[in-house]
């Protein structure tokens, strides 16, 4: 066998062990720092009250148990014709919900309110199906923050 025949294999050997490490490092890397990744999210509800407040629920799953998940609650006012946040709160206790039910199409309960100032605001949402709806939650925004209702 050539010498440039057993480099040649060498550096593929090289190569394709570099890509194994690195690919595993990647699928390794979500575990291993479960504390520091980005909770995986999902929008479950939006209102828009006419030019004033648009209105997002969305539900972010917990980094430390796969079932749990928390309920985020945006409020955005209108600035130079786009939506920019103005407040949130968390809806709930952090993760104090399922995560499933949550992102299920019949996650939301019960979302109203009104357009006026201040804007009620009240929210249910699943906990599981066997358990039915949570007890609505009030809040109410005035000059595009959230107060507890």
Known sequence: MSLARIRTRRGTAAVLTALMAAALGAAGAGSSNAGTAAPQTR????????????????????????????????????????WKESDRVTVGDVDGWFWY?????????????????????????????????????NFVIKEGRVYAG
């Open 43 to 82: 929008q479950i509800a939006s209102s828009v009250l006419g030019s004033d407040y648009k209105i997002t629920l969305t539900a972010l799953r917990s980094t430390e148990d796969e079932y749990a998940a928390s309920v985020r609650l945006q409020v955005y006012t209108q600035a130079n014709g786009a």
């Open 101 to 137: 039910p949550l992102t299920g199409s019949e996650a939301v309960c019960e979302l109203s309110t009104a357009s006026t100032e201040p804007a009620p605001l009240t929210v249910s949402l699943l906990r599981t199906p066997s358990i039915g709806c949570s007890e609505p939650t």
